[in-house]
């Protein structure tokens, strides 16, 4: 089972930029999808973004202009650059890799939090 670890989350101001990071316990170029996610108080977890093997990417409608998603594979790390955050941004936010044979592996999460 691969490991997961998630950092960089924290609290700020709306408008401002945080960049979250989830480091694998192994080689991550080959999995064939990983992503972060996010769940708020109260609500279901959503899909933030994720990013194939061959590097496509996909953003939800609501973080799209303003999130990057990126890796380093030679660091086993999946990024997230968040810029431009809205108080409707708070939660946690996990990263998940999914394998080409189904199984997905997720990180415990770090918070968000974006005050006004």
């Known amino acids: 089972q691969l490991q997961l670890v998630e950092s960089g989350g924290g609290s700020v101001q709306a408008g401002g930029s945080l960049k979250l990071s989830c480091t694998a316990s192994?080689?991550?170029?080959?999995?064939?999808?990983m992503g972060w996610y996010r769940q708020a108080p109260g609500k279901e977890r959503e899909l933030v973004s994720t990013?194939?093997?061959?590097?496509?990417?996909v953003y939800s409608n609501s973080v799209k202009g303003r999130f990057t998603i990126s890796k380093d594979n030679a660091k086993n790390t999946l990024y997230l650059q968040m810029n431009s955050l809205k108080i409707e941004d708070t939660a946690v936010y996990s990263c998940?890799?999914?394998?080409?044979?189904?199984?997905?592996?997720w990180g415990q999460g770090t918070q968000v939090t974006i005050s006004s």
């Open positions: 990013i194939r093997v061959d590097g496509t990417t």
């Open positions: 998940a890799a999914e394998h080409s044979w189904g199984a997905i592996d």
């Open positions: 192994a080689y991550i170029s080959s999995i064939y999808r």
